[in-house]
């Protein structure tokens, strides 16, 4: 049995994972076994409500990490992520990283660069980028000529946990996904609580919406043909295990370490402007 390792008690994300591996067990041969938090004090009884069915609560990080064949590092947190991705990746265990990946670049680039020097995968962000309908639209992206790219999604700038990144990372890694990393230039306008970035590209420009009025995920293609999507997020979290696997089982990366460093200096641009504007 793969035994995999979570780091986090806050949010849901850790409830979903070990749902989905060990309540409704999609994936044959992987268990959640094993959990650490310190983010979040939790007594026996709440870890037990919210995690389903564990092996283990582990005391230390590193007894987590040496029991576990695989760490999900869960922290909502992004600015922990760092510390605790490189202790998993020179511990030689491949991990899976929560959105948002890191709050800066230059921790990005630091968790990447320390899986390529220590031959490790890693994997994560945002789990809806890995929607199945995401293939159909990069598909069309492909076949033909789409000059704006709108992505929209529900995030709060004025969230009072400071939580606008977090849910902002999914349309910033969305872009990276849909046009790629290598955006030349950013503008950001603001009305109220609804935000919008116009990311400008070689060949295309992606504008990236903010607001409160959507629960989905509104994609919106502009060119000879137009398309509009309003993405189901029910199944993120499943897509985004299924990939996880996927590279525990095949040792390849399925996104290039590019994006994620990209969508996180994306993310820390319009972050910037959003708060430098007079409102």
């Given at each position: 049995m793969y035994k995999i390792g979570c780091i986090g008690h806050a949010g849901r994300h850790g409830e979903f994972f070990s749902r989905i591996f060990n309540q409704h067990p999609l994936f044959e041969n992987y268990r959640f076994s094993y959990v650490f938090g310190e983010d979040e004090p939790l007594s026996l009884e709440e870890k037990n409500q919210r995690f389903y069915h564990i092996d283990a609560y582990c005391s230390t990080v590193e007894e987590l990490i040496k029991r576990s064949d695989a760490v999900m590092i869960l922290t909502i947190a992004g600015e922990t992520h760092l510390p605790y991705a490189l202790k998993v990746i020179e511990a030689k265990k491949p991990v899976f990283v929560d959105k948002p990946f890191a709050t800066t670049y230059e921790d990005a680039k630091a968790i990447t660069d320390a899986a390529r020097l220590h031959h490790v995968p890693i994997f994560g962000g945002s789990t809806l980028r890995h929607l199945k309908k995401l293939d159909e639209i990069r598909q069309l992206i492909k076949e033909d000529t789409f000059p704006f790219i709108s992505i929209s999604y529900r995030a709060d700038p004025e969230s009072p946990l400071g939580l606008y990144p977090y849910y902002a990372s999914h349309i910033a890694e969305?872009?990276?996904?849909?046009?790629?990393?290598?955006?030349?230039?950013?503008?950001?306008?603001?009305?109220?609580?609804n935000v919008c970035s116009v990311v400008k590209?070689?060949?295309?420009?992606?504008?990236?919406?903010?607001?409160?009025?959507?629960?989905?995920?509104?994609?919106?293609?502009?060119?000879?043909?137009?398309?509009?999507?309003?993405?189901?997020?029910?199944?993120?979290?499943?897509?985004?295990?299924?990939?996880?696997?996927?590279?525990?089982?095949?040792?390849?990366?399925?996104?290039?370490?590019?994006?994620?460093?990209?969508?996180?200096?994306?993310?820390?641009?319009?972050?910037?402007?959003?708060?430098?504007?007079?409102?």
């Open positions: 969305i872009c990276m996904s849909l046009c790629g990393p290598d955006y030349h230039d950013v503008t950001v306008s603001r009305n109220q609580k590209y070689a060949h295309c420009s992606a504008v990236l919406m903010t607001t409160l009025d959507t629960e989905l995920v509104n994609i919106h293609l502009t060119g000879k043909k137009s398309y509009s999507f309003d993405l189901n997020q029910d199944e993120c979290y499943i897509d985004g295990a299924a990939r996880f696997i996927q590279m525990l089982e095949t040792g390849q990366p399925p996104v290039p370490y590019e994006e994620y460093c990209s969508s996180v200096k994306l993310l820390e641009d319009i972050t910037r402007k959003m708060n430098a504007l007079a409102w």
